[in-house]
């Protein structure tokens, strides 16, 4: 560093929202940098477009940890599920899902400012809100939408229709999603509970929307009588550990700003899920004697999932606490799980419905006044407590009712339901003419002969 260098950084050194950066650029390229929008904070801005890449990145690390779960025969259908929700999902969403969530409207659902991409420009600027350009919250929360509708189809792989998948996800994300958003994050129904990054919103709104449509479309051929294995660990490793990388931007994003309320989340999505891993490790020993590369993965999302509407409330030592308390429900249900009778497929409630129920219930015990900004009840404030549990009967039963109408809607036109024999062949043959591990060069033939496959 020669000494022109270090007297322009020594004059010019500003440590906080990138005006140093500004001003030394100013002396190097004079000219070069045009003033930025009233309103725009740079610092905000940054952290929320590396946010949003971050979220957006979970839907492909969930096509990963879901493909990983399930037959070699149904990979490929499974993950292209995920990638499906962010197509036709991330469209919905902006034409119309975003206004629906955060439009001026009433406390049950938002009003159309926003449809088909009205009302981001001001004078023919793109609008500023909360420091930041407001289209980037379109991008940010929308791609909160599409991994909330990915995770329902890890309850229904295996037996749905790719087509029949492709409406249901999209009708869901406007009307059973949306809604949901507004009620908690929109000034809505659900405004007082906490719910810092979507315990509701996401996790138990997506769980029971893949219970009701386990439930409709029936379990799985041979389920209860043949062992579904998982045909990748490795992929399931890989999608647990891109999940949590990516989460980090799910929930200090939600933060909107490189602040302390960033770090705070940052911090306690680093350490719930290591607390939920580690006591799923010794549950795992406990209950069969060896510690499963799968049960890791899953304890990590558990916790992930249970810290989501906390991260911005407690403080590190409450989310150690709520990842260690949560694991244990979810690890008990999801191991008992089938004597219920119930196809959840890759246990969707099991990690997300609980895992969420637990997190938003926590949340009002271990909310603190010193980190958050808001007492629970280990400070006195019981009524908090309520609140969360108010709002997490609010998403069960319109998650339940939504999904089920909309899913009796999408029959009206598709079947939801592959055939048996499709079901046997697989859904990657099938209904995508391909195969992820091909044992020769040739292409897929599926003849249809006597009409049988």
């Known amino acids: 560093m020669n000494m022109l260098t270090l007297r322009i950084f020594y004059r010019y050194r500003v440590p906080r929202g990138g005006e ?60 292209a599920m995920s990638f499906a929700a962010a197509a036709a999902g991330g469209v919905a969403w902006a034409l119309l899902g975003y206004s629906l969530a955060y439009g001026d409207g009433s406390a049950w659902v938002g009003g159309l400012d926003y449809a088909f991409l009205n009302g981001f420009l001001n004078q023919g600027k793109l609008a500023v809100s909360d420091g930041m350009p407001a289209l980037l919250d ?8 599409i991994i909330t509708a990915a995770l329902v189809s890890g309850s ?11 409406l249901f996800s999209t009708l869901w994300i406007l009307f059973v999603y949306a809604p949901l958003a507004h009620w908690v994050w929109g000034d809505g129904l659900l405004s007082g509970a906490l719910d810092f990054a979507g315990g509701t919103v996401v996790h138990i709104n997506a769980a029971v929307a893949g219970v009701v449509a386990a439930l409709v479309l029936g379990p799985r051929r041979n389920f209860g009588r043949v062992a579904f294995l998982p045909h990748n660990i490795p992929f399931v490793l890989l999608g647990a550990g891109l999940l949590w990388f990516g989460w980090f931007g799910f929930n200090a ?31 795992d020993y406990g209950s069969s004697g060896k510690a499963t ?15 989501t509407p906390a991260a911005g409330y407690v403080g590190p030592l409450g989310a150690l606490w709520i990842g260690a308390l949560t694991a244990p429900l979810s690890h008990l249900f999801i191991r008992y799980r089938p004597r219920l009778g119930l196809d959840d497929a890759l246990d969707v409630f099991g990690a997300h419905g609980l895992g969420g129920i637990a997190g938003a219930l926590l949340t ?19 009524a908090q407590l309520w609140t969360q549990l ?23 036109f598709l079947p939801l339901r592959v055939g048996k024999n499709d079901e046997l062949v697989g859904l990657d043959a099938v209904l995508h003419g ?16 006597g009409g049988r496959r």
Request: charged share 10%.
């Open 20 to 79: 140093g950066l500004k001003r030394i650029g100013a002396v190097i390229l004079p000219g070069a940098l045009p003033a930025l929008a009233a309103g725009v904070e740079p610092g905000t801005t940054a952290w929320m477009l590396v946010s949003t890449a971050l979220v957006l990145l979970m839907t492909p690390a969930l096509a990963f940890f879901y493909g990983g779960l399930v037959g070699q025969k149904n990979v490929l259908n499974t993950m």
């Open 138 to 145: 379109l991008a940010f929360q929308g791609t909160f939408a």
């Open 156 to 166: 229904v792989v295996g037996r749905m229709r790719f087509s029949a998948w492709l």
């Open 253 to 283: 994003g939600s933060a909107y700003g490189a602040n302390e309320t960033a770090a705070l989340a940052f911090v306690n999505t680093f350490l719930a899920p290591a607390a939920a891993a580690l006591v799923w490790i010794f549950l």
């Open 293 to 307: 590369a799968v049960g890791v993965a899953t304890g990590i999302v558990v916790g992930l999932v249970a810290i």
């Open 364 to 382: 009002g015990v271990f909310a603190s006044a010193a980190w958050g900004g808001t007492p629970g009840l280990l400070e006195g404030h019981a």
């Open 390 to 412: 108010k709002a997490v009967l609010y998403a069960l039963l319109y998650s339940a009712l939504g999904t089920a109408l909309l899913l009796f809607f999408t029959r009206l």
């Open 434 to 449: 391909e195969e992820a591990y091909p044992v020769t060069e040739g292409a897929i033939l599926v003849a249809e002969e």
